[in-house]
């Protein structure tokens, strides 16, 4: 034993002097919406696509990131939230349920129509060919992120025996969204729903801590996970659940009606 602690003591003390290996980067990789399956499976739509567009869908919940030691500007969630929208939107029933149009950047899309107008009657005149009307939306998906609670369920376990321990501590927050569609003709809010999606964070340790050579030369080890939800995946899938719900909810109050399987 009397070799065992001083050939430690060299391993621990050339690990922390010599460079570590680099990690390796990891290649990007497509993010698929969480609830794909559930938006591709929704039934088609009797009718034709809706025209619908999509403004913004902002944080309105002020949240900033938990942070112990210094004073956090960032902000919990995230402030593009609209692009999941769209693509919510995009994806339901295999893209046969909305026709989403730009909007976000729409003061770019009107300056650049106005260039290709202008340069096409410099140097064609009058009678040059015109751009084809823009499409217009018969409802609005408006809305946006109302809720984020921090520590709403906290907690923990743990044990040590014979200066050998590990605990285990976890952490569930919650955020919430809310989707409306609206008529454009009328301004009348047609439906509405609110979703709550929990994040969850769970972190593990185990420590080690021991005597010897007669109780003098002390030995510790430690060992630690902590694995958390990421913020704007749960956004998201909360979002996609709202675009399920809300199409469905609209089934229901008989704005619209799916389309009946035809039986072989």
Same mark, same amino acid.
Request: neutral net charge.
């Given at each position: 034993?009397?070799?065992f602690t001083?050939?430690?003591?060299?391993?621990l003390? $050339?690990?922390?002097?010599?460079?570590?290996k680099?990690a390796i980067?990891?290649?990007?990789k497509l993010? /698929? #919406?969480?609830?794909?399956?559930?938006?591709?499976?929704? #039934?088609?739509?009797e009718?034709a696509?809706?025209s619908i567009?999509?403004?913004s869908?902002?944080?309105?919940?002020g949240?900033?990131?938990?942070?112990?030691?210094? /004073?956090?500007?960032?902000? /919990?969630v995230?402030?593009?939230?609209?692009?999941?929208?769209?693509?919510?939107?995009?994806?339901?029933?295999? $893209?046969?349920w909305?026709q989403v149009?730009?909007?976000?950047s729409?003061d770019?899309?009107?300056?650049?129509r106005?260039? !290709?107008?202008?340069?096409?009657?410099?140097?064609q $005149?009058?009678?040059?060919e015109?751009?084809?009307p823009?499409?217009?939306?018969? &409802?609005?998906a408006?809305?946006?992120? &109302?809720?984020y609670d921090?520590?709403?369920i906290?907690g923990g376990?743990?044990?040590?025996?014979?200066g !050998?321990s590990?605990?285990t501590?976890?952490?569930?927050?919650v955020v919430?969204?809310?989707?409306?569609f609206?008529?454009v003709?009328?301004?009348e809010?047609?439906?509405?729903v %609110?979703?709550t999606?929990?994040?969850?964070?769970? /972190?593990?340790?185990g420590?080690?801590?021991k005597?010897y050579?007669?109780?003098?030369?002390?030995?510790? %080890?430690?060992?630690?996970?902590? %694995?958390?939800?990421?913020n704007?995946i749960a956004?998201?899938s909360?979002i996609?659940?709202?675009? &399920?719900e809300?199409?469905?909810? $609209?089934?229901?109050?008989?704005?619209?009606?799916?389309?009946?399987?035809?039986?072989?």
């Amino acid at each position: 034993m009397r070799w065992f602690t001083p050939f430690l003591l060299l391993f621990l003390v $050339g690990c922390s002097s010599f460079p570590q290996k680099p990690a390796i980067l990891e290649k990007p990789k497509l993010q /698929a #919406p969480p609830l794909e399956q559930q938006l591709r499976n929704l #039934p088609p739509p009797e009718s034709a696509r809706i025209s619908i567009a999509v403004y913004s869908f902002v944080d309105k919940t002020g949240q900033r990131k938990t942070v112990d030691s210094y /004073a956090s500007f960032s902000s /919990a969630v995230t402030q593009g939230a609209e692009s999941w929208v769209i693509d919510a939107l995009r994806i339901a029933g295999n $893209g046969q349920w909305f026709q989403v149009l730009e909007r976000t950047s729409l003061d770019n899309i009107i300056r650049e129509r106005q260039l !290709i107008n202008q340069t096409r009657e410099t140097f064609q $005149g009058r009678d040059a060919e015109k751009l084809t009307p823009m499409l217009f939306a018969g &409802i609005i998906a408006e809305g946006g992120i &109302i809720g984020y609670d921090t520590n709403i369920i906290t907690g923990g376990a743990g044990a040590s025996v014979l200066g !050998i321990s590990s605990s285990t501590q976890y952490r569930k927050d919650v955020v919430t969204v809310s989707l409306r569609f609206v008529s454009v003709q009328t301004g009348e809010i047609l439906l509405s729903v %609110a979703v709550t999606k929990t994040i969850s964070s769970v /972190a593990v340790s185990g420590n080690l801590f021991k005597f010897y050579e007669h109780g003098v030369t002390p030995v510790e %080890a430690e060992l630690g996970l902590t %694995a958390n939800e990421p913020n704007t995946i749960a956004v998201r899938s909360a979002i996609e659940q709202a675009v &399920i719900e809300i199409v469905d909810q $609209g089934q229901k109050s008989g704005f619209w009606k799916y389309k009946t399987p035809q039986k072989q």
